[in-house]
């Protein structure tokens, strides 16, 4: 078992090589992200069978193997917090309507695991509809200090 983060959505998950008792029969095989249902190969004896994470397991993989923020990109970085209103949240991300970003990184900060806000689904396809690649990392007010020369973050 091993964990991999999706080229595609950028989230981890567990995958796991099952069977395989036969050597020299080694073939492609489909590693499919449980997330996104993007999907690749690799050579297998077996099959992959991919699950996700937990909340907590993604979290600590998470902070441990932080997303970096590609230089060739423009990132939006947006801050919530579990006391961030559903309307802040949708404002911050409107604004980047015509600003041609191509990754919005929403910063979580605190305890809460943001994807279980109720809004999740709504605040994840705004962002889709307004750049291409979407990414939560989970932050502490130094991280994001340390962000501000990396990322534009929406005040
Ligand atoms: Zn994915």
Redesign the pocket.
Known sequence: MRIER?S??E?AFHVAEIGGAMPGTKEREDIS?P??R?TYTETSNGAFRTTPLSAVEERAFDEANPIEYRRTEKTYGIVVTAATPTDEVLAKIGRLRHACGDRIAILALGPDDVRARPDWRTIASECKAMVKHLSVEYVTQARIDALVSQISILA
Do not use: F, I, N, V
Request: charged content about 10%; proline content about 0%.
């Open positions: 999706c595609h959505c989230r992200c997330h996104c993007y």
